[in-house]
């Protein structure tokens, strides 16, 4: 049974910072290739930050400069650190794995909320 469980949403003001993890099990981690996606009330998923399985990374212009994602293989998990957050990046925040041959496995966690307010 694949599981995504992601963990370290919450409230905090602005400029604050949050790292949200993300723990797979079930799949064979490393030829997964992660990400961390949101969707804001009203509003469409969106793509945050991807990260491959050789460590590549791409992140959403919003966010650039700003959030870190990163993944430990070790430990089965990736990361997003969000550092100087706006209100603007309030949101349900979603992890996906996606495996690197074949479309067919592709995973989401439930989701964790980030609400940023003063």
């Known amino acids: 049974q694949v599981q995504l469980v992601e963990s370290g949403g919450g409230l905090v003001q602005p400029g604050e910072s949050l790292r949200l993890s993300c723990a797979a099990s079930?799949?064979?981690?490393?030829?997964?290739?992660m990400g961390w996606y949101r969707q804001a009330p009203g509003k469409q998923r969106e793509l945050v930050a991807t990260i491959t399985t050789s460590g590549s990374t791409n992140y959403a212009d919003s966010v650039k400069g700003r959030f870190t994602i990163s993944r430990d293989n070790a430990k089965n998990t990736v990361y997003l650190q969000m550092n100087s957050l706006r209100p603007e990046d309030t949101a349900v925040y979603f992890c996906?794995?996606?495996?690197?041959?074949?479309?067919?496995?592709?995973?989401w966690g439930q989701g964790t909320q980030v609400t940023v307010s003063s």
């Open positions: 079930g799949i064979a981690f490393s030829v997964y290739h």
């Open positions: 996906n794995a996606k495996h690197i041959l074949s479309r067919r496995l592709d995973y």
